[in-house]
Each structure stands twice: as C-alpha cells, then as structure tokens.
C-alpha cells in the first residue's frame, strides 16, 4: 500500500515537498514517480526515480524546480517542489512499479496566484 501526502495550499513561488511511503513491501526495490491529475484533465507524469541506479527524469516542466529522491531508511519517496506556479495546481498521485504495479491516493496541491 502506498500512502501521498505533503500537499497544501501554497502561494506561487512557494514551496511543498511531497511524500510517498509504502506499507507491505520495500520502496527501494521497485521503481516511484510521481504523476498529477489537473481538474478536467489526464492524469500526467512528472517525476520518476528507478530501481537499480537511481536515475531521476523529470517532465520538462518540472525539471530545475522538482527533485524526487529516496528516504531508505523511511521506506518513502520525496517530491520536493520549489518555485510553484499557479499550473502546478493538481492532484498529486505516487505510483510503484516493477515489480508490481501500486498507486497511492492522490494529495492535493494548490498554488494561488
């Protein structure tokens, strides 16, 4: 099971730092990103870490603002966002994979213009 939390309501600029942490198995065995669900929209990727060298990718619009990274030893993954931007406004949703396919429930994240 995956729990997301860390969203909020933030003025633009601000900051939030996600959390995705896992119950039943080991986040560091299998690979985490993140994805979020604007209102009226498709579900998109945003950030991912892998498996079995740690490599990050980022969605263009993320990249030099968001840094997903791993807490070993808290079984979780982190989002941490900086300069948000009132589009940033979403449901934000963590996601597990391979093995296995797991989602958590989406934590929601507000940037006021």
């Known amino acids: 099971q995956l729990q997301a939390s860390g969203g909020g309501l933030v003025q633009a600029g601000g900051s939030l730092r996600l959390s995705c942490s896992a119950s039943g198995f080991t986040l560091a065995d299998l690979s985490v990103g993140w994805f979020r669900q604007a209102p009226g929209k498709e579900r998109d990727f945003v950030a991912a870490i892998t498996r079995k060298f740690g490599s990050t990718v980022y969605t263009d619009s993320a990249k030099g603002r968001f840094t997903i990274s791993r807490d070993n030893a808290k079984n979780t993954v982190h989002l941490q966002m900086n300069s948000l931007k009132p589009e940033d406004t979403a449901v934000y949703y963590c996601?597990?994979?391979?093995?296995?396919?797991?989602w958590g429930q989406g934590t929601l994240v507000t940037v006021s213009s």
């Open positions: 996601r597990a994979w391979s093995p296995g396919n797991y």
